[in-house]
Nanobody
Framework: QVQLVESGGGLVQPGGSLRLSCVVTGATVDYHVMGWFRQAPGKEREFVAVIKRSGGGTYYADSVKDRFTISEDNAKNTVYLQMNSLKPEDTAVYYC???????????????WGQGTQVTVSS
């Protein structure tokens, strides 16, 4: 079965950068996209970015466009989220997810990582 393991979260100053990683193991033949979501306290889990594993096409939420970059290292079976120019409102638990079709709806993803905390504070 598919398993996702996230890492790379931490505490960073506003304007700083972090890179999150998600290692994918198990059978992935039916999972063609990888997405990143985040959830802040008291809020719903929201879409951040998605990448098509076969072609590398990407799509971003407006709130992170031009600041975050999603990418994949096929040799390492790992997807990344490079986060630059971080703001306090980016503070959340970040989750990676695997699905069949690229979508901003969290219900469209079948497997989820455990989440990694990102805190942006001055």
């Amino acid at each position: 079965q598919v398993q996702l393991v996230e890492s790379g979260g931490g505490l960073v100053q506003p304007g700083g950068s972090l890179r999150l990683s998600c290692v994918v193991t198990g059978a992935t033949v039916d999972y063609h996209v990888m997405g990143w979501f985040r959830q802040a306290p008291g809020k719903e889990r929201e879409f951040v970015a998605v990448i098509k594993r076969s072609g590398g096409g990407t799509y971003y939420a407006d709130s992170v466009k031009d600041r975050f970059t999603i990418s994949e290292d096929n040799a390492k079976n790992t997807v990344y989220l490079q986060m630059n120019s971080l703001k306090p409102e980016d503070t959340a638990v970040y989750y990676c997810a695997a699905g069949r079709v690229a979508t901003v709806n969290k219900s469209g993803y079948n497997y989820w990582g455990q989440g990694t905390q990102v805190t942006v504070s001055s």
